[in-house]
């Protein structure tokens, strides 16, 4: 479990800052008010506790252990693919071989280092990251899920996420609420969602003398900033969604907003723009650390590489991924020639007969909902 890394983040006093310039008693009695500090963490599971790649306009490719696999196999057959699914694979080889150094993971890491496994879509290691957040969020703290995971067609998978979480901070652990199910499917949809249930539940938990400070976990459907604008507004980076959230809670709580937005973007090797919900990176970890008022001093500079098993949900792995439902879907994927994989030439065989039988493979791969 992750409770012996960080230790309990105790409720903050914060002196209550008075406006008034009546007396200066009435001032010295406003500032010995305590003011207690209640955290509401916004949490995308898509891309924040997964990778996801864009895949133009299908749906993003989930970089799991399985895809990878498939995916290996299929660029062994690239001459027999149509020049859209060889772009499909390229993206993926190029993220398994991407530098992770800049987000601040280990020089030798890339994405291949984050991949999900079969039975539940998300990653050990990004997992016990959330769940290192969550220990310095402290106990006066609510978790709304706002992914597409809330929808109700998802509730297996949202409650083997919720004892996979709960394993890691050695304890049970449910989300608090979820954001409203009505949503457009785009960058500015999902922010206009976050500030609704920010508008008509943002104060429900929250009692008088509270601060309340907001953490939001968000790759907005692998979206760069300043390319959108919501209700008006345009969003060019994250201190514009922050300034945008802080708007949709009444002042009195004196509303604090961190975005941690998990997006980044290279060039491959063929000269094509590889864009990826990227997962909570050290670099997130640290910012998100830091924003919760932890302790830093105990914290291993160095990636965890080794996260706690999931015993319940998890088999053996060879990228420290976790593991997932198979979704059958018009394409997915994950591959990482960084990493040894055993291996499976019947896999391989099966690949080129369906290829040459007409029947696309890109149906056994797994894509993000």
Not at 126 to 133: M, N, P, Y
Not at 214 to 219: A, N, R, T
Not at 326 to 353: C, F, G, H, K
Request: net charge negative; aromatic share 4%; hydrophobic share 40%.
């Amino acid at each position: 479990p992750i409770g012996n890394m960080l230790s309990w983040m105790p409720s903050f006093k914060l002196p209550c800052m008075s406006g008034s310039s009546t007396s200066k008693a009435a001032a010295t009695a406003a500032a010995a008010t305590p003011t207690e500090v209640q955290t509401l963490i916004f949490l995308d599971v898509d891309g924040v506790l997964n990778v996801g790649i864009k895949d133009g306009s299908l749906h993003p490719l989930s970089f799991s252990e399985d895809n990878l696999q498939r995916a290996r196999k299929l660029a062994k057959c690239s001459a027999s693919l149509s020049d859209k699914d060889q772009a499909t694979i390229n993206r993926l080889l190029s993220a398994s071989q991407h530098s992770l150094k800049s987000l601040g993971e280990s020089a030798d890491w890339t994405y291949a280092n984050l991949c999900s496994g079969a039975s539940l879509d998300v990653s050990h290691v990004l997992v016990a990251r959330l769940a290192r957040l969550l220990e310095a969020a402290g106990p006066r703290t609510n978790v709304v899920l706002s992914s597409t995971w809330r929808q109700p067609k998802h509730a297996e998978k949202v409650n083997k996420l919720e004892k996979a979480i709960g394993e890691q901070l050695g304890r049970p652990f449910t989300f608090s609420t979820r954001t409203p199910l009505q949503e457009e499917l785009t960058a500015a949809g999902r922010l206009a969602c976050l500030g609704v249930h920010l508008r008509t539940h943002g104060a429900e938990a929250v009692s008088k003398n509270t601060r309340l400070r907001i953490l939001v976990l968000e790759d907005f459907h692998i979206t760069k900033m300043g390319t959108w604008d919501c209700k008006g507004t345009r969003i060019g980076s994250t201190q514009d969604v922050e300034e945008y959230l802080v708007k949709c809670v009444a002042s009195h709580f004196n509303p604090v907003v961190r975005l941690l937005h998990t997006y980044d973007s290279w060039m491959s090797d063929e000269g094509a723009m590889v864009e990826v919900g990227c997962g909570i990176t050290r670099r997130h970890l640290d910012e998100g650390l830091q924003f919760l008022g932890a302790d830093m001093s105990g914290v291993p500079r160095s990636p965890m590489s080794q996260p706690a098993q999931l015993p319940a949900l998890a088999g053996p792995s060879s990228c420290n991924s976790e593991s997932k439902p198979s979704v059958p879907s018009t394409r997915p994927a994950s591959i990482m020639p960084a990493l040894v994989v055993a291996e499976d030439q019947d896999l391989n065989d099966d690949m080129i007969d369906d290829l040459d039988g007409g029947v696309d493979p890109f149906k056994r791969l797994v894509t993000l909902p």
